[in-house]
């Protein structure tokens, strides 16, 4: 059985850092893409930083290029989300998500299967 289990969230002030766990199990997630979302409190759900199998090539948004980095755990299959210099409209549902690559880019596939999220909220 597929299964994400993300972890790490929590509250910070601006300018603080959180590293964000995602435990992958039930498949071989170096073939798949992993992303990382977050649905800030009102707003619609946005893609925030993606993992691509094989070499590990990663992407991110605009609105955290520079400050997040994804890294992996490649014997524990755990895909992690450092976050730094944490901004209030980073505040959010975090989640990550995983997709079988079949081609193309994992910043748009669409993802079948989610964690449950974890909580992040950075004041001001």
């Known amino acids: 059985q597929v299964q994400l289990v993300e972890s790490g969230g929590g509250s910070v002030q601006t300018g603080g850092s959180l590293r964000l766990s995602c435990a992958t199990s039930?498949?071989?997630?170096?073939?798949?893409?992993i992303g990382w979302f977050r649905q800030p409190p009102g707003k619609e759900r946005e893609g925030v930083a993606w993992l691509h199998p094989g070499l590990g090539m990663t992407d991110f948004a605009d609105s955290v290029k520079g400050r997040f980095t994804i890294s992996r755990d490649s014997v524990k299959a755990i895909v992690f989300l450092e976050m730094n210099s944490l901004k209030p409209e980073d505040t959010g549902m975090y989640y990550c998500?995983?997709?079988?690559?079949?081609?193309?880019?994992?910043?748009?596939?669409?993802?079948?299967?989610w964690g449950q999220g974890t909580q992040v909220t950075v004041s001001s």
């Open positions: 039930g498949f071989y997630y170096m073939r798949y893409c």
């Open positions: 998500a995983a997709q079988e690559y079949i081609g193309g880019s994992c910043r748009t596939t669409d993802y079948e299967t």
